[in-house]
């Protein structure tokens, strides 16, 4: 069964980078079949969708936030991760991980909050 | 690209059937057969539940189909339960190869 759990810094400053990975057991991100992403949940919100990455590295993401938004991914230890730089308060939410067969996010993370304050 | 249009509450007795909508354009919902749904428990990551507009992953109750009609996707959840009561979120591939998700239902069981 594959499992995804995220991690990472649960305070961030404003202005300053959020960074956050995934990682990944039950299976391999190894594979053409699946792309690895991020969406996230302002509290008391609905979801949004942050983006996404294969494994040969091609990145797709929300227009809204490409400008800000990099995502890369770790085949030696099966993770993928999640940079967001100049983050404002706008940003706390609970950022899932997930993997995406093709039209739908099949596997969730558990999610973890981050929040912006200084 | 703005959210799906969902609306916010629907409840309904125990056993009854509902239906949530999920209204896009014919960029997204319309356009494409990739409309999804997602059952999310307070606290709880979201579950997806239906996929490519109608069909159901391994393990999800046969009471949940989906249904689509021009630019407006459904869920329907028959037999209701308590344990249905969540949020739902319908979420549709885009024309610009982008996800877009509905603002979510909270579904009340009476």
């Known amino acids: 069964q594959l499992q995804l759990q995220e991690s990472g810094p649960g305070l961030v400053k404003p202005s300053e980078t959020l960074s956050l990975t995934c990682a990944v057991s039950g299976g391999s991100i190894r594979s053409s079949n699946y792309c690895w992403g991020w969406i996230r949940q302002p509290p008391g919100k609905g979801l949004e969708w942050i983006g996404g990455?294969?494994?040969?590295?091609?990145?797709y993401y929300n227009p809204s936030l490409e400008s800000r938004v990099t995502m890369s991914v770790d085949t030696s230890k099966n993770q993928f991760s999640l940079k967001l730089s100049s983050v404002t308060a706008a940003d706390t939410a609970v950022y899932y991980c997930?993997?995406?067969?093709?039209?739908?996010?099949?596997?969730w993370g558990q999610g973890t909050l981050v929040t912006v304050s200084s | 690209q703005s959210a799906l249009t969902q609306p916010a509450s629907v409840s309904g007795s125990p056993g009854q059937s509902i239906t949530i909508s999920c209204t896009g354009t014919?960029?997204?919902?319309?356009?494409?057969?990739?409309v999804s749904w997602y059952q999310q428990h307070p606290g709880k990551a979201p579950k997806l539940m239906i996929y490519d507009v109608s069909n159901r992953p391994s393990g999800v109750s046969n009471r949940f189909s989906g249904s689509k009609s021009g630019n407006t996707a459904s869920l329907t959840i028959s037999g209701l339960q308590a344990e249905d009561e969540a949020d739902y979120y319908c979420?549709?591939?885009?024309?610009?190869?982008?996800?877009?998700f509905g603002i979510g239902t909270k579904v009340t069981v009476l």
């Open positions: 979420s549709s591939y885009t024309s610009s190869n982008t996800y877009v």
């Open positions: 990455i294969y494994y040969s590295g091609s990145t």
């Open positions: 014919s960029s997204d919902v319309g356009g494409y057969n990739y």
């Open positions: 997930t993997r995406r067969p093709r039209s739908y996010f099949e596997y």
